[in-house]
């Protein structure tokens, strides 16, 4: 039987809810989208006239707020309201890794999703579709039935009843728009057809139907772990390999093209890079690690453990080669780090390799400008848990008097003066144009680039008289 659907809410308004909705919001403009969230502030920049004080960035984002919001797109925090009027409610809340208790450090902390099944159960009317949209442990839309089931509605019992999906988001943070615009696929695992059907309806309005899946409810749980898995094992294997290259002789970037030819293999996720950052790739595979051990599965369990130790390995690697080539020590020598975010074209900082190799170089006793187009001092601040130099005092004086390094952020480019070093760890396009002749001469000698990502032109760094190290160049 068809379910009709007019009204759908959306707790959460983070990097998946705010975008995912606003897509859906765009291509569904008969029906409304309301995004609730418990933070204030969050809501606030959501509905903030000043389009460029949306809390997130994506580029194409904040066009599609302008046409939508507050005509079938609404940004609140009645959370009572928007789930009383829902036929489909997605749950979309942060899913991070347990920071205590059983599974801490492997887990995901699950209390938000939790909080948000206790909302719907207390608020909701009639029948509604709950959707997990966040990324869950497997068996979790069972934990989140009982929720629903619990003794706490069985009063409404009658008049309430519900369905739970899963419909995990595949979207990547720099480029949401585009990936929601058109999704490789899109996943909806669950039990009664009906409502897979109802959810599949609003998908269809611009997703084509031979890319909608329907899956039984646990695969598309597992499958949307298995896929960020896999993903961020091709990282740590090309990362591996660049290491071999440098003491080989190989180029990594050679060795990518050679291997990502083969059409079995393919040719993206192949860059290496400082290691993978975001909130979900360590997160989603330490949640399929946590779950292999519950179940006994310890040789599958390290196997997954070993892409996560491989990045956290390179990470501190970055960090051993600039020290090496800057004479063994960094005391009181300027570095410039070029980007912060943990990849282009978001401001997310989410585990980054910046924040573990910039905590590295202060504790070496380095003195860092930070240039991030779009992460925001205070952002950089929280990451390093260090506050940054004062306006007053620029450079190394400073540092004479404290044994480690210190940083400071600077807005725009015109800080190479007497850096001994330039560090590249997010591939910003505006780096791609830096003027490395003008900047050789400013640079103090012997100067050096250090590239983690690949995009400078390394015979014109090179001709600038600069040293340069490039993540996997054994050449
Ligand atoms: P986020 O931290 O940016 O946003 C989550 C939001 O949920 C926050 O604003 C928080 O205040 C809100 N929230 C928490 N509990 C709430 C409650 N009880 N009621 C109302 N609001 C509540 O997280 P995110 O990056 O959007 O990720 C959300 C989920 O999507 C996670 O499970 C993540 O693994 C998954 N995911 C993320 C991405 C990504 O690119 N960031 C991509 C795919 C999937
Ligand atoms: C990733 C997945 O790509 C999405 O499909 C998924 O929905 C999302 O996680 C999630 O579940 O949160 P995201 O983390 O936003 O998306 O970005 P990616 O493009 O996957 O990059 C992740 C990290 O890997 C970044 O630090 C990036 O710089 C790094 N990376 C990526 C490389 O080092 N090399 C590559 O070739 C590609």
């Known amino acids: 039987m068809a379910i009709p659907i007019k009204t759908i809410c959306c707790i959460g308004a983070g990097y998946v809810g705010g975008p995912t909705m606003t897509m859906m919001a765009s291509k569904c403009t008969d029906l409304n989208f ?4 418990i933070n204030e502030e969050r809501i606030a920049s959501w509905n903030s006239n000043n389009l460029l004080e949306l809390p997130i960035f994506e580029p194409g984002l904040q066009d599609l707020i302008a046409k939508r919001r507050n005509k079938n797109l609404f940004f609140s925090t009645n959370i009572k309201e928007a789930i009383e009027s829902a036929d489909i409610i997605f749950i979309s809340v942060n899913t991070p890794t347990k920071t205590k208790g059983l599974g801490a450090g492997k887990s995901s902390d699950l209390k938000w999703v939790e909080a948000s099944a206790r909302e719907v159960a207390r608020y909701s009317k009639g029948y509604t579709i709950v959707v997990e949209k966040s990324t869950l442990p497997v068996r979790t839309a069972e934990v989140i039935e009982n929720i629903l089931n619990s003794a706490e509605t069985i009063s409404k019992r009658e008049e309430i009843s519900f369905d739970v999906l899963s419909n995990p988001e595949f979207l990547s943070e720099g480029t949401a ?28 309005a611009w997703v084509p139907e ?50 990502g030819k083969d059409s079995r293999i393919g040719s993206k996720f192949l860059n290496s ?21 519950y179940f006994g599965l310890d040789e599958v369990a390290k196997f997954w453990e070993s892409v996560v130790d ?26 410039i780090i070029l980007g912060f975010a943990f990849k282009a074209n978001t401001n997310d900082t989410r585990e980054s ?15 860092l400008v930070i240039h991030d187009p779009k992460v925001s001092p205070k952002q950089i601040e929280n990451d390093l848990e260090i506050s940054p130099i004062p306006k007053s005092q620029k450079g190394l004086e400073n540092t ?12 725009n480019l015109d800080i190479f003066e007497s850096a001994h070093a330039v ?11 830096i003027n490395w002749v003008s900047v050789a001469k400013k640079m103090s000698k012997p100067s050096w680039v250090f590239d983690s990502r690949s995009i400078v032109n390394a015979a014109e760094v090179k001709k600038a008289g600069i040293n340069l190290w490039r993540i996997g160049d054994g050449t």
């Open 210 to 259: 031979e890319k909608i899946l329907f899956t039984n409810i646990w695969s598309s749980e597992l499958a949307k772990l298995t896929s960020n898995a896999f993903l961020a094992q091709r990282i740590s294997s090309i990362n591996s390999i660049s290491a071999i290259c440098e003491v080989t002789g190989a180029d990594v970037r050679e060795v990518s093209r050679a291997i």
């Open 177 to 204: 728009i585009k990936d929601l615009d058109n999704p490789d696929r899109v996943l909806i695992g669950g039990n009664n057809k009906d409502a897979m059907i109802a959810l599949s309806n609003l998908y269809k």
């Open 310 to 335: 491989i990045n956290n390995w390179h990470r501190g690697r970055i960090t051993k080669i600039v020290i090496k080539s800057l004479f063994g020590t960094i005391a009181q020598k300027k570095i």
């Open 353 to 367: 390799a910046a924040i573990k190799i910039c905590k590295d170089l202060i504790d070496e006793g380095a003195e």
């Open 423 to 433: 560090l590249i760890l997010t591939e910003w396009e505006i780096y791609n144009n």
């Open 34 to 37: 309301t995004v609730v969230d």
């Open 273 to 293: 890079s400082p290691g993978f950052g975001g909130s979900c790739f360590k997160k989603d595979i330490l949640n399929l690690v946590y779950l292999a051990e």
């Open 400 to 411: 004479l008097k404290n044994k480690s390094g210190e940083w400071r952020y600077s807005k």
